[in-house]
């Protein structure tokens, strides 16, 4: 669901003093954030963020194509393994049932 237009984009204040303050001095420091709602703004643009992905801080370098967008986007909160590569897998229903048939053989 999109922000209606009239209320305009969301940034954390602090976000924004940070920002405003390492660009008046004219550095390039890591910016820690737990922010991921705060939209990032043309101001933000080659600066990097450490966003909080539930577990730790990802680096996210801003460029331009990212001005309009959250940062909570470029911080992924979940882990994907991958699809099955088509083996039988070693672990959960059928590999109980495989070792169950084992010991009955051992019995037998």
Known sequence: MSRSIK???????YLLKKVDALNAANKKEVIKTWSRRSVIYP???????????????????VTEDMVGHKLGEFAATR??????DGKVSTGGAGAAAASVAAAADKKA
């Open 7 to 13: 209320k305009g984009p969301f940034c954390d204040a």
């Open 43 to 61: 101001s933000f643009v080659e600066h990097t963020f450490a966003v909080y992905n539930g577990k730790e801080f990802v680096p996210v370098y």
């Open 79 to 84: 882990k994907f393994g991958g699809h099955g």
